[in-house]
T-cell receptor, first 111, second 111 residues
């Protein structure tokens, strides 16, 4: 079974802090994604990585950056957390059949 | 902009009833996925449909991809409380890394 894990299930941070969210997949997938999910807005793509050190902006990249130094690990960075970044963050990886597998999510609260 | 409209948005039914959830778009997709998401968790992949007209069954769940690959349906027979959750469809257009997510159907099955 594909396994995608995320470093934290719940996180509370203060405004202005730098926040790191980590995602690890164990299936040697090349493609990995970061989404945020908000009530009424659905899933929105923040960033996508198609290989080590390769990334593309998604629909809402402002205020975020990413890092992919190893194939299995994709990190999302909030440079200076703001209250409007309070959300559920979901990482996913994709196989060669274009099927996405999601991690359990990180519920981030910025106060 | 590609959109995937799901209907109904909310559904509350008694155990043992049947139901159908619809996922519609004006765009053609090369594949379409269905997920179930429980509160506080990441979406779990249920099925991927690829061929127009394709029907796939997963125990009491039947998934169909429209002939023109623009729409899909999920039919649940004899719903059980364990089927409760948010059902999401996601279309993959090909030629791009992006998935278009549906607006979601929140199902509650009462015992």
């Amino acid at each position: 079974d594909v396994k995608v894990t995320q470093s934290s299930r719940y996180l509370v941070k203060r405004t202005g802090e730098k926040v790191f969210l980590e995602c690890v997949q164990d299936m040697d997938h090349e493609n990995m994604f970061w989404y945020r999910q908000d009530p009424g807005l659905g899933l929105r793509l923040i960033y996508f990585s198609y290989d080590v050190k390769m990334k593309e902006k998604g629909d809402i990249p402002e205020g975020y950056s990413v890092s992919r130094e190893k194939k299995e690990r994709f990190s999302l960075i909030l440079e200076s957390a703001s209250t409007n970044q309070t959300s559920m963050y979901l990482c996913a990886s994709r196989d060669r059949l274009y099927e996405q597998y999601f991690g359990p999510g990180t519920r981030l609260t910025v106060t | 902009t590609q959109l995937l409209e799901q209907s109904p948005q909310f559904l509350s039914i008694q155990e043992g009833e049947n139901l159908t959830v619809y996922c519609n778009s004006s765009s053609v997709f090369s594949s379409l996925q269905w997920y179930r998401q429980e509160p506080g968790e990441g979406p779990v992949l249920l099925v991927t449909v690829v061929t127009g007209g394709e029907v796939k069954k997963l125990k009491r769940l039947t998934f169909q991809f429209g002939d023109a690959r623009k729409d899909s349906s999920l039919h649940i027979t004899a719903a059980q409380p364990g089927d409760t959750g948010l059902y999401l469809c996601a279309g993959y257009g090909g030629g791009t890394y992006k998935y278009i997510f549906g607006t979601g159907t929140r199902l509650k099955v009462l015992a």
